[in-house]
């Protein structure tokens, strides 16, 4: 039993399971990871897998469980599928592209699964996209909470977009969030420091006003002056391949 007498985790069935595996206990070691499969990154079903392929002989449960578990990133299982079966597992950006290649086609659905698959596999640019969804009401059913927490999702994994999304979202409050100015630049500082033009821009403007930060108007500056220089830079690139057009 779990803690308080719960039942048990996914870990703990997941142990249990490994120890029964090691002791070749093979039919209660089936028993036991069925009860986990689709959890813990795709381990039990890789398990499983095993234990159909080399003693049950049943090619059409190993193949339904190391894709499971090749889906949720098991890379054993994804290599054993792929000598096995000739079945090729889509990345994490594989699967994003396949969402927006379907969403071009007008196959929501179809792209929500993408997206969705490609999300759980740890693809920042399917929870920034899946949080649009949520806050549009696209798709899916309008969720503001839910569209925060595939953006913070996102940002966590140091997608810029996300980040300086959520620092708009923490400046204006906008749908119930709730102001917040610290994690407003806190978010902009992320996404400037990694690039962000639109970020650079939000954070030197908030150091020269001070909103949510002691005032510093050099500092400011120096993030304004960074992005007119960027720009200045794309201006004289974009003059020159013009003129190369023209030759």
């Not at 930060?213 to 960074?226: I, S, T």
Request: one cysteine or more.
């Amino acid at each position: 039993m779990g803690l308080f007498g719960s039942k048990k985790t996914p870990e703990e069935i997941l142990a249990e399971g490994r120890e029964l595996y090691g002791d070749f206990n093979f039919a209660k070691a089936l028993k036991v990871l069925d009860k986990a499969s689709g959890t813990l990154d795709g381990e039990p079903d890789y398990l499983i897998a095993l234990i159909y392929m080399y003693c049950h002989q049943d090619d059409s449960i190993t193949r339904k469980h190391l894709r499971i578990a090749a889906d949720a990133g098991y890379e054993e299982a994804a290599w054993l599928r792929e000598i096995l079966y000739k079945e090729h597992t889509f990345t994490a950006e594989e699967l994003f592209e396949n969402g927006n290649e379907a969403y071009k086609k007008k196959k929501y659905k179809d792209a929500l699964g993408w997206w969705e698959k490609a999300d759980a596999r740890g693809s920042a640019n399917a929870s920034l996209q899946l949080g649009l969804l949520y806050e549009n009401g696209q798709i899916v059913k309008q969720n503001t909470e839910k569209a925060m927490e595939y953006y913070l999702k996102s940002a966590d994994m140091g997608n810029v977009t996300a980040q300086c999304l959520l620092g708009l979202r923490y400046t204006t409050g906008k749908d119930g969030i709730g102001q917040d100015q610290q994690k407003a630049l806190e978010f902009f500082r992320r996404a400037a420091e990694r690039g962000d033009d639109a970020s650079q821009f939000y954070l030197g403007v908030r150091y020269i006003l001070g909103d949510g930060c002691v005032k510093d108007p050099a500092r400011g500056f120096e993030w304004l002056q960074n992005v007119s220089r960027k720009m200045e830079k794309r201006r004289k690139m974009q003059k020159q391949r013009w003129q190369r057009w023209e030759m």
